[in-house]
T-cell receptor, first 108, second 116 residues
Framework: AQRVTQPEKLLSVFKGAPVELKCNYS??????LFWYVQYSRQRLQLLLR??SRESIKGFTADLNKGETSFHLKKPFAQEEDSAMYYC??????????FGAGTILRVKS | GAVVSQHPSWVICKSGTSVKIECRSL??????MFWYRQFPKQSLMLMAT?????????EQGVEKDKFLINHASLTLSTLTVTSAHPEDSSFYIC????????????FGEGSRLTVL
């Protein structure tokens, strides 16, 4: 069973538009969730984690246990935000499980 | 920030040969490293968890005799693909965990393996 679901393979928005990358999870315990990002020709890197409750590069993500979601949001997209975004869940045994990823394309 | 280096970045080998991929944490010690496999346009699939000084923990469906993992020091883990076949061709990515049980991973740049 898929533990991390990212329903959109591709999300295309115009510069300045709001962005929401969806992520839903399935986990019986207390979840720890992350967003990782991979820019073109670069390695995967941590964007943010829910326990830190910080905003990185204008992105925020709120854990909603009722909806089992951890959507990534940014009010005004910028062209440099174009990248592949992965939602990830830290499972028992300290294993990080990734969603399928969503490509974000920000058009000028 | 923390840096993880993988080597080689790409390798081509003949079917039946073995290939070793190294993963090094350059400026921090990593008790735990992870090896992933990524197929084209797909997500990362966790292959195994590499623990320094002990045996690796393999995910279901991953052949431990096929993918040998050694984590002999706190800064180096190696993945050896033994008797490689064309179906082993893939992008292999390692990551090292900063701290213990933090989930904060730093990733290598990946290694592209092509088996002819």
């Amino acid at each position: 069973a898929q533990r991390v679901t990212q329903p959109e393979k591709l999300l295309s928005v115009f510069k300045g538009a709001p962005v929401e990358l969806k992520c839903n999870y399935s986990y019986s315990g207390s979840p720890e969730l992350f967003w990782y990002v991979q820019y073109s020709r670069q390695r995967l890197q941590l964007l943010l984690r829910h326990i830190s409750r910080e905003s990185i590069k204008g992105f925020t993500a709120d854990l909603n246990k009722g909806e089992t979601s951890f959507h990534l949001k940014k009010p005004f997209a910028q062209e440099e935000d174009s990248a592949m975004y992965y939602c990830a869940l830290l499972e028992y045994g300290n294993k990080l499980v990734f969603g399928a990823g969503t490509i974000l394309r920000v058009k000028s | 920030g923390a840096v993880v280096s993988q080597h080689p970045s790409w390798v081509i080998c003949k079917s039946g040969t073995s290939v070793k991929i190294e993963c090094r944490s350059l400026d921090f010690q990593a008790t735990t490293m992870f090896w992933y496999r990524q197929f084209p346009k797909q997500s990362l699939m966790l292959m195994a968890t590499s623990n320094e000084g002990s045996k690796a923990t393999y995910e279901q469906g991953v052949e431990k005799d096929k993918f040998l993992i050694n984590h002999a020091s706190l800064t180096l883990s190696t993945l050896t693909v033994t008797s490689a076949h064309p179906e082993d061709s893939s992008f292999y990515i390692c990551s090292a965990e900063l701290g213990t049980d933090t989930g904060e991973l730093f990733f290598g740049e990946g290694s592209r393996l092509t088996v002819l």
